[in-house]
T-cell receptor, first 109, second 113 residues
């Protein structure tokens, strides 16, 4: 069965520091992975997906099939990055998603 | 372009009652997925509808049912409510079911007493 694990519920960094939000997955098929973000009082929205290989708002994520990981990274965190981040795995045919439990990122001034 | 909307915003029910939640998909989208998000958890997939047909279901009992209408709006119905059904229910629409980006609504907060 598919599973997504985000080991850190809370992560706190200072502005300008690097940040890494961890995500591990288990899935026997070919995975498609996403990071979703929810800013305070806003709806859940897509941040990035691994197939696009884009950098969004300075964030990048590399799919490591050997380690079954899809960690989200940003070299210099900003206060506006404070939000809840969810890693998600798309499985089977169709766009159904399995989410991790989320990591609340706080960037302190 | 109108985004995904959900109604009502909040709802309080008692155990054993039935509830209907509504979702209007984003313009041009024909696929709607429903998720349940318990407090402190990530969203959990309930089921998906594509062109008015159920197109996959998560690990939820049959008392969770749904509909999609010709205009691609959707309903989630839950019968015989239990205390554990208290959660935020999210609707997401997408252009199709083959992996297109999902756009989420603001959710309906259901409390079962």
């Amino acid at each position: 069965a598919q599973r997504v694990t985000q080991p850190e519920k809370l992560l706190s960094v200072f502005k300008g520091a690097p940040v890494e939000l961890k995500c591990n997955y288990s899935y026997s098929g070919s995975p498609e992975l996403f990071w979703y973000v929810q800013y305070s009082r806003q709806r859940l929205q897509l941040l990035l997906r691994h197939i696009s290989r884009e950098s969004i708002k300075g964030f990048t994520a590399d799919l490591n099939k050997g380690e079954t990981s899809f960690h989200l990274k940003k070299p210099f965190a900003q206060e506006e990055d404070s939000a809840m981040y969810y890693c998600a795995l798309q499985w089977a045919s169709g766009s159904r998603l399995t989410f991790g439990e989320g990591t609340q990122l706080t960037v302190n001034p | 372009e109108t985004g995904v909307t959900q109604s009502p915003t909040h709802l309080i029910k008692t155990r054993g009652q039935q509830v209907t939640l509504r979702c209007s998909s984003q313009s041009g989208h024909n696929t709607v997925s429903w998720y349940q998000q318990a407090l402190g958890q990530g969203p959990q997939f309930i089921f998906q509808y594509y062109r008015e047909e159920e197109n996959g279901r998560g690990n939820f009992p049959p008392r969770f049912s749904g509909l999609q209408f010709p205009n691609y709006s959707s309903e989630l119905n839950v019968n015989a409510l239990e205390l554990d059904d208290s959660a935020l229910y999210l609707c997401a629409s997408s252009f199709d079911f083959t992996g297109a980006e999902q756009f989420f609504g603001p959710g309906t907060r259901l409390t079962v007493l």
